[in-house]
């Protein structure tokens, strides 16, 4: 199926920065993608740039099968994003606000905007300025569910919500994206915030794209692998381009394996640590994957 959003070596320069650099990646059709990247990353640039907020300097990006500066009522219709600080009409209340999104919207559903009203539980009566940054997300939130978009664009969403509504609104999400084949892509510089959600990954790091790619394979291609070095190794022989981030403390040598293939690690290690089999083959999470990948200099610390 082809990606519902899809950036092409989209490049974009502010006066004296680069907020985006032949950035190349794309949102699977049915994934949750998590833009990931720590903070001044260009994921709020890619995702303005994609709801056409702001021009590339270069490149193009598309959206629902459209370029994106050709964007129009009709995909947008189709599209729900909701950003931290975005703005909303803030003289409404909030019964009110909800009233004016419902006839824009042909395909608003009313029972789901009921049961979310219901989950966020949130003051109709009062005005969206005199409420908390967490209630007006969840305000933004419902106003964006309640037309069943096929794309859903939550840029660092989950500012400002407490623990307790974030799981919460996880949870209802997963339903509403595996029910309804729901695209979400969701910018974080949070990890451990969209860890249980993203099943495809965008790392981005000073506006170029580290990482793109499924959750599942690339925690499958990376493995933390230890072995006990022969007691009469010299000096460590050049390890092969694949082992990042290598650490001796003693005769314990341990590294990642970043395109993990046992077989092909079993004969690596044995040409090279004849006689020392690995001690430890372990699968990383995708915290310690990115602290690792920062480590290695691929991306900033902050994530
Ligand atoms: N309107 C602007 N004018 C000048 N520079 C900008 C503008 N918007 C963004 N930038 C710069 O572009 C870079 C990327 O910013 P962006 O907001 O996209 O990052 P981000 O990854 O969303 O960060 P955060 O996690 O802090 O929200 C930063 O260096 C930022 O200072």
Redesign the pocket.
Known sequence: MKPLLEFHQVTCR??R?W?LRHASFHVPAGSITALL?P???????ALKIALNLIRPSSGHVEILGVDSRKLGPAQLARIGYVADGMELPDWMSVDQFLAWCRPLYPKWDPDLERSLRKQFSLPGDRKLSHLSRGQRMKAALIAALSYRPELLVLD?PFSGLDPVVRDEFITGLLEIAGGEGLSVVV?S?DIEEVDRLADHVVL?NH?AVVLNEGTEPLLARHRRVEILLPPDLGELPQLPANWISPQSAGRVLRFTDTGHEPEKLARALSALFPGSPPAGIHPLGLRELFVTLVREGRADSGI
Do not use: P, R, W, Y
């Open positions: 502010f006066s920065s907020a990247g903070n001044g990353a260009g994921k709020s640039t660092e910018s510089h981005l506006g």
